[in-house]
């Protein structure tokens, strides 16, 4: 079973770059049966999906983000990475990464890495 | 808002059956895309539960069961146990916004 795990810093100043890193373990990123994605959610709210990375290195991003982040993946690592640029208070929230999966059910995701807090705050 | 939209809340008692909708558009679910549900236990990650509309992946007991029908889907709960205390999300594809969508969330509290 492949396992996720985020990592990163937990605050970031506002205007400045939000930048983390998912780690996989149990499998190898580049074994083309999955996607790799972000989501994220503000306390106490829903899920908002931010984008994925093929191991080709294509990426897709949700269109009300996809000035502000570059999704990357580093198959040497087995890991991935989220930039997200110019942040504000609004983007503090609990980041996943997750596995996305795609059939002819579409694109589903888990499993999921355990999720980090990021706060913008000065 | 959400694109798919779902009751902020249910409730059951033990033992009972509840349902959670999930109600969507000739974009997403009316267009035949799959429903995916998610359960995120508080404080934890979500964890998927219910794939393409009514499958259930391997380790998740056969109290959970998913249907769709038309531009709606839902999640059926029978047995209530407090542990089945969470969050609970649908998922699908949206061709108007070219990707994933999810649903604004139910939380399921166990009387």
């Known amino acids: 079973q492949v396992q996720l795990q985020e990592s990163g810093p937990g605050l970031v100043k506002p205007s400045q770059t939000l930048s983390l890193t998912c780690t996989v373990s149990g499998g190898s990123i580049s074994s083309g049966s999955y996607y790799w994605s972000w989501i994220r959610q503000p306390a106490g709210k829903g899920l908002e999906w931010i984008g994925r990375?093929?191991?080709?290195?294509?990426?897709n991003y949700n269109p009300s983000l996809k000035s502000r982040v570059t999704i990357s993946v580093d198959t040497s690592k087995n890991q991935f990475s989220l930039k997200l640029s110019s942040v504000t208070a609004a983007d503090t929230a609990v980041y996943y990464c997750?596995?996305?999966?795609?059939?002819?059910?579409?694109?589903?995701?888990?499993?999921w890495g355990q999720g980090t807090l990021v706060t913008v705050s000065s | 808002q959400s694109v798919l939209t779902q009751p902020p809340s249910v409730s059951g008692a033990p033992g009972q059956r509840v349902t959670i909708s999930c109600t969507g558009s000739?974009?997403?679910?009316?267009?035949?895309?799959?429903v995916h549900w998610y359960q995120q236990l508080p404080g934890t990650a979500p964890k998927l539960l219910i794939y393409g509309n009514s499958n259930r992946p391997s380790g998740v007991p056969d109290r959970f069961s998913g249907s769709k029908s038309g531009t709606s889907a839902s999640l059926a709960i029978t047995g209530l146990q407090a542990e089945d205390e969470a969050d609970y999300y649908c998922q699908s594809y949206d061709s108007s916004l070219s990707d994933v969508v999810f649903g604004g969330g139910t939380k399921l509290t166990v009387l």
């Open positions: 997750a596995t996305n999966y795609y059939d002819s059910s579409g694109f589903r995701f888990g499993p």
């Open positions: 000739s974009s997403n679910i009316g267009a035949g895309y799959g």
């Open positions: 990375i093929y191991t080709s290195g294509s990426t």
